[in-house]
């Protein structure tokens, strides 16, 4: 671990505060492994004693949490006024957790000391003392977030310097400044550090909330100003507008200002850990998130396609694979040839020496999107589009003929949808039924219990995700429907679409194309 910097994640004491985020003590273990693997210095677990859920974690941590990089760290707050820190449950509920440190709260703004803790300020001082030699006492290594210090360094300046002082003097190894309510802009927070790391000779920290938008410009604000220690959140998980996200922080130190916070290899696996992550939170990471969001490195214009070809980084600011992501083409009405020639690249699909095929491609993408079809959003239908340009003719295994649904319900308000298909496929003409809780689900049903006579590998395919958009309707017809079809094979996932005044039709012409997709993805050959 680099002590001269540290990397401390508070994702599952700080993070686990969002809105609709909730942990259970298996997803904490996982997400502390995660953490782990990423290379961050400290991992803060929660406050035991607190409530169950924590007091449980820290005790299987003990015994199942094996950790090669982080020290995990215990949160919690000082002693309750007016009462001995060696009688205080939660303090002891601290000493007691297994954690080889604990980053106590304390109050630094006057205005909370007086209405939130009801007690005098040199009660609080005293209060920041001795719980810190308790701590240290008892063998762990102390550090302390000093709550609403920028509103209370505006507030009473003074005493805010007090409450640094006394706990670097009572042997907390960190002073964390804490931009609690997130308000702060870079500039005045820098300038306030500064002031601070001038009047005292204590180590400061940062923990910045992002309700300006500014918690990780704050953050390298803090840390240009000479903090070396920096708290946030993976994926900027937390309470109202989140945390600091730690993976731009990291990226930021390491890739912009050469400051290697991470071990050596450790940065390459921020995308798939901040992925994993947001696969145990449940919640849908953003695919616009800075390094690791699945847009982070993905080019639409025709003209920074162009650009690209030529050098990478003059629409890159960095190598993708420098934080494990990926460049991605997007295809669009604004795709021009070097669009479709960089994204057959990265499907790894040979144009050959046909030169006309690229010039038919950006014409059939920008008619197509103009009836209604998104590409850049179905990599699999775009890749079917390419391949029958490439080839002269539509992969095909087999057709839908004919489709049939209907939606009942009963007397018990049960509702059954069903399907019939007649599909041709190997020479032959099948009829199939389906059930589903949907009309759609029924189709995928009967269409893949159709053909699994003649394609047993669709046993494998399973339809993740369905969504349906309604596109306005134009020079006064209908609405038109646009569907995106997810689909995985339990090894890869991917994307078709289908477009149609009507959402069953729409649905079943992205159905045909994921089925014919993972068909390919299977090593088939079409008929």
């Not at 997400?31 to 409530?51: K, S, T, Y």
């Not at 760290?73 to 303090?91: I, Q």
């Not at 650009?307 to 795709?335: C, F, T, W």
Request: charged share 25%; glycine share 8%; aromatic share 6%.
């Amino acid at each position: 671990m680099n002590d001269n910097f540290h990397i401390y994640d508070t994702t599952l004491r700080d993070g686990a505060q969002q809105e609709g985020l909730n942990l259970s003590v298996h997803d904490k273990l996982a997400i502390a492994r995660h953490l782990d693997d990423l290379g961050v210095g400290f991992i803060e677990g929660g406050w035991p004693g607190a409530n169950p859920k924590d007091t449980e974690f820290f005790k299987r941590a003990q015994t199942e949490l094996k950790l090669k990089n982080a020290t995990f760290m215990a949160f919690g707050a000082t002693r309750r006024p007016n009462v001995k820190a060696a009688d205080d449950v939660l303090l002891r509920a601290l000493q007691d957790s297994g954690a080889a440190g604990v980053t106590l709260v304390a109050k630094s703004h006057d205005r909370h000391v007086d209405l939130a803790l009801k007690t005098n300020l040199d009660e609080n001082l005293a209060m920041i003392k001795e719980s810190i030699e308790f701590l240290r006492a008892g063998g762990q290594r102390v550090f302390l977030d000093a709550e609403h210090f920028f509103d209370g360094y505006k507030s009473n300046k003074a005493y805010a310097l007090e409450v640094v002082r006394v706990s670097a003097e009572a042997g907390a190894d960190v002073i964390a400044l804490c931009d609690t309510n997130g308000g702060m802009l870079p500039d005045e927070l820098s300038q306030v550090v500064h002031d601070v790391l001038t009047a005292s000779s204590a180590r400061l920290g940062i923990h910045c909330h992002n309700d300006t938008g500014c918690a990780v410009a704050n953050s390298l604000a803090a840390i240009s100003a000479g903090v070396t220690h920096v708290q946030g959140t993976l994926n900027g998980y937390g309470e109202r507008t989140g945390n600091a996200d730690l993976v731009s922080i990291i990226a930021n130190l390491e890739l912009k200002k050469n400051l290697k916070v991470l071990p050596e290899g450790s940065l390459q696996e921020a995308f798939r850990i901040s992925h994993a992550v947001a696969e145990v939170t449940n919640v849908a990471p953003s695919a616009r998130q800075p390094y690791v969001g699945v847009s982070a490195f993905a080019h639409k214009a025709g003209l920074h396609a162009s650009a690209i070809k030529v050098d990478p980084a003059m629409y890159q600011h960095e190598e993708p694979s420098s934080v494990g992501n990926d460049r991605r083409m997007l295809v669009s009405e604004m795709a021009g040839r070097a669009s479709i020639e960089l994204k057959s690249e990265e499907l790894g699909i040979a144009i050959g020496n046909d030169k006309g095929v690229v010039g038919r491609v950006v014409e059939r993408v920008k008619e197509m999107e103009s009836r209604g079809y998104t590409f850049e959003a179905a990599d699999a239908s775009f890749e079917l589009l390419l391949r029958e340009e490439i080839d002269g003719k539509r992969a095909t295994f087999f057709k839908v003929e004919k489709w049939d649904t209907t939606v009942s319900r009963d007397a018990n308000n049960k509702v059954t949808s069903k399907a019939s298909l007649v599909i041709s496929a190997g020479g032959n003409q099948i009829e199939s039924q389906g059930t589903g809780n949907g009309p759609v689900n029924a189709i995928d049903t009967a269409l893949r219990s159709g053909l699994l006579k003649f394609y047993p590998e669709l046993e494998k395919l399973e339809l993740t995700d369905y969504k349906v958009r309604i596109l306005e309707g134009r020079l006064g017809t209908g609405a038109i429907t646009r569907v995106l079809v997810e689909t995985t094979d339990g090894t890869s996932e991917w994307s078709t679409i289908g477009v149609h005044e009507n959402v069953i039709a729409a649905s079943v012409m992205a159905l045909e194309d994921a089925v014919t997709f993972g068909l390919l993805l299977q090593g088939r050959k079409p008929e």
